[in-house]
């Protein structure tokens, strides 16, 4: 899945200001990984209201780091778990979005120990 974030409009949000997009990067690095967590278990478990509503959460964390072809991925497993539609694509959605993040989430750290040297 070819680029895999684009800061843009998070630069363009910060203003220049590299203390806020060290903020911003800092969160989606740490709770990310517990939501998508959070997200895994309620799908394996079939919790349908509950992974529409994680899927939700995310959608616009993924909006602002850029990834939109992994926040599509997002929208789809929010409205199939909220109409209850297609259940059984929302696990091969999700490792799609697990796989893809993982190599991003790296290279967004990267960035940011670039702005912290900076």
């Not at 895994?40 to 899927?55: K, L, V």
């Not at 893809?100 to 702005?115: D, F, G, H």
Request: aromatic share 10%; charged share 25%.
């Amino acid at each position: 899945m070819p680029n895999t974030y684009d800061l843009t409009y998070l630069k363009e949000v910060s203003k220049g200001n590299d203390d806020f997009m060290l903020e911003m990067i800092d969160l989606f690095l740490t709770k990310t990984p517990e939501t998508l967590y959070i997200l895994e278990t309620a799908i394996n478990d079939m919790n349908w209201d509950q992974a529409g509503f994680y899927a939700h959460k995310l959608k616009a964390t993924y909006a602002y780091m850029g990834m939109h072809n992994l926040k599509d991925i997002l929208i789809k497993i929010e409205k199939n778990s909220k109409v209850l539609s297609e259940l059984e694509s929302i696990p091969a959605l999700f490792e799609i979005l697990k796989t893809n993040t993982q190599p991003a989430m790296q290279e967004i750290n990267e960035y940011k120990s670039s702005l912290v040297k900076a």
